[in-house]
Structures are given as C-alpha cells and as structure tokens.
C-alpha cells in the first residue's frame, strides 16, 4: 500500500489543523494505521492509531483529549483532527500502516513520506 501524508502547515498555539493520509494499492481496510511523529532534534514517537474498522483507537497520553484519530475505508483515507495545538506538537507526521493497532513503529509495514506541523507561540 502506498500512504500519502497531508495537511501540515504553520498555525499558532491553540489552533486547529486536519492531517489526511491517502492510501492507494492494496485494500486500505485490511491495515490498522498508526500516526506517527519527529520533532526537531528528537526520536520519531507514537501518536495515535486506529483499528481496521474504527473500533479501537489508542493514542499518546501527550494528545489524548486534543487529537483524533480517524478513518473512512470507503475514502481510503486516514485523518488526525489536531485541536489545542501546542508548540511541542511542531514536528513532521507520518501515516504508517500495519497488522493490527500498537504503539511500536517497527511492526508499521508501510509508511508514508510525512507532512510538516509546526505550531508558533
């Protein structure tokens, strides 16, 4: 499957932003999808994944209330509403597809090239 990362830009602190990943190749439905980001400077970290039908969502406790993650199998697409942006949130973001929903960036088999998200104070 091929991803397709969307939607970053510059928004100030408090702001909102709606990060799309476009899938294309291979049934998007079969894949549980993860967010993924790397802020300047630092390791790549988990930010939230998604079941294959939407079920089940899991997310980093440091967006949980703020982000949501999300799914349309009919659009194949993925999506991450960003509400109360912070600038600790200013990193690039990746979409990456895998087995089943986890935290773990290596059981991600796919991934797509990342959209920037940098968030001013």
């Known amino acids: 499957v091929q991803l397709q990362a969307s939607g970053g830009g510059l928004v100030q602190a408090g702001g909102s932003l709606r990060l799309s990943c476009a899938a294309s190749?291979?049934?998007?439905?079969?894949?549980?999808m993860g967010w993924f980001r790397q802020g300047p400077g630092k390791e790549r970290e988990f930010v939230a994944a998604?079941?294959?039908?939407?079920?089940?969502?899991i997310y980093a406790d440091s967006v949980k209330g703020r982000f949501t993650i999300s799914r349309d199998n009919a659009r194949n697409t993925l999506y991450l509403q960003m509400n109360s942006l912070k600038p600790e949130d200013t990193a690039v973001y990746y979409c990456?597809?895998?087995?089943?929903?986890?935290?773990?960036?290596?059981?991600?088999?796919?991934w797509g090239q990342g959209t920037l998200v940098t968030v001013s104070s």
């Open positions: 998604i079941s294959r039908s939407g079920g089940i969502t």
């Open positions: 990456a597809a895998g087995s089943r929903v986890n935290r773990d960036s290596d059981l991600y088999d796919y």
């Open positions: 190749g291979r049934t998007f439905s079969s894949y549980a």
